[in-house]
C-alpha cells in the first residue's frame, strides 16, 4: 500500500542535540511538507520542498533544518537551536497537479526533551 | 491572504444524534476546503474537500459539509455520531495563490461522543 512513513515514532532529545526525523513517501508525489503540532494548536508549517534539491521556509523555520536529495525522502533535523522542539512533528506530501489536491500526512514523531 | 476560524474548541454529543462542526473562512482568491480527522497520536486523515464542482460535499464515514459563498462557512455534519468519531477535526484552506499550495489550519474542533 502507498503512503507515508515516518520514524521514530517517539524520540528524545538531550540539551545542545541535533535529532533528525525521517520522512518517506511511496505515493510518487512532488510536494513534501513539514508542520509542527502543539497541543490545543493547529498545524504550523517549518519547511516544504516541491521538487528535489529545493525547499522554503514555512512560517517557523528557525532552528529546523532539511534536506530533498531524493523524491521519496525529506528529514527534518532540530537543531540545538530550537530552545523549545517538544511537540508532535507531522509530515506530509502531495501531486503538484493543482492547488486543490489534499495533503496526505504520515502517523507523526513525538519529540520531548530529557 | 487566507484565514480559518473553528467556532468551537469542543462540541460534546450523545451518540445516535447529529454532529455539527463549524467553520468560517477568509481567502482573497476562490478557495479550496478541506476538513481532517486525527485520532490521538495519529497523522490527519482527509474527510472531504471542496473544489468548486459542488457546493454540498460527500465524504467518508457519512460526513458532509456545505460550502456556502455568501456565508464564508464550510460547516461539517453527520447525521448519527459513532463512538468512533471521537477526535479532533480541523478546516483547512488554501488558494491557488498560496505559495507552495501552502494551508492553512483552523484551530481544530475537539468532539467528545457520549455513550
Known amino acids: 500500500d502507498g503512503g507515508i512513513t515516518q520514524s521514530p515514532k517517539y524520540l528524545f532529545r538531550k540539551e545542545g542535540q541535533n535529532v533528525t526525523l525521517s520522512c518517506e513517501q511511496n505515493?510518487?508525489?512532488?510536494?513534501m511538507y513539514w508542520y509542527r503540532q502543539d497541543p490545543g494548536q493547529g498545524l504550523r508549517l517549518i519547511y516544504y520542498?516541491?521538487?528535489?534539491?529545493?525547499?522554503q521556509k514555512g512560517d517557523i523555520a528557525e532552528g529546523y533544518s532539511v534536506s530533498r536529495e531524493k523524491k521519496e525522502s525529506f528529514p527534518l533535523t532540530v537543531t540545538s537551536a530550537q530552545k523549545n522542539p517538544t511537540a508532535f512533528y507531522l509530515c506530509?506530501?502531495?501531486?503538484?497537479?493543482?492547488?486543490?489536491?489534499?495533503?496526505?500526512f504520515g502517523d507523526g514523531t513525538r519529540l520531548s526533551i530529557l | 491572504a487566507q484565514s480559518v476560524t473553528q467556532l468551537d474548541s469542543h462540541v460534546s454529543v450523545s451518540e445516535g444524534t447529529p454532529v455539527l462542526l463549524r467553520c468560517n473562512y477568509s481567502?482573497?482568491?476562490?478557495?479550496?476546503l478541506f476538513w481532517y480527522v486525527q485520532h490521538p497520536n495519529k497523522g490527519l486523515q482527509l474527510l472531504l474537500k471542496?473544489?468548486?464542482?459542488?457546493?454540498l460535499v460527500k465524504g467518508i464515514n457519512g460526513f458532509e459539509a456545505e460550502f456556502k459563498k455568501s456565508e464564508t462557512s464550510f460547516h461539517l455534519t453527520k447525521p448519527s455520531a459513532h463512538m468512533s468519531d471521537a477526535a479532533e477535526y480541523f478546516c483547512?484552506?488554501?488558494?491557488?495563490?498560496?505559495?507552495?499550495?501552502?494551508?492553512?489550519f483552523g484551530g481544530g474542533t475537539r468532539v467528545l461522543v457520549k455513550p
Open positions: 471542496y473544489t468548486s464542482a459542488a457546493t
Open positions: 483547512v484552506v488554501t488558494n491557488p495563490q498560496a505559495a507552495g499550495n501552502k494551508l492553512t
Open positions: 520542498s516541491q521538487i528535489v534539491n529545493d525547499f
Open positions: 481567502s482573497s482568491y476562490s478557495p479550496s
Open positions: 505515493l510518487n508525489h512532488d510536494a
Open positions: 506530509a506530501s502531495r501531486p503538484d497537479t493543482g492547488f486543490e489536491q489534499p495533503q496526505h
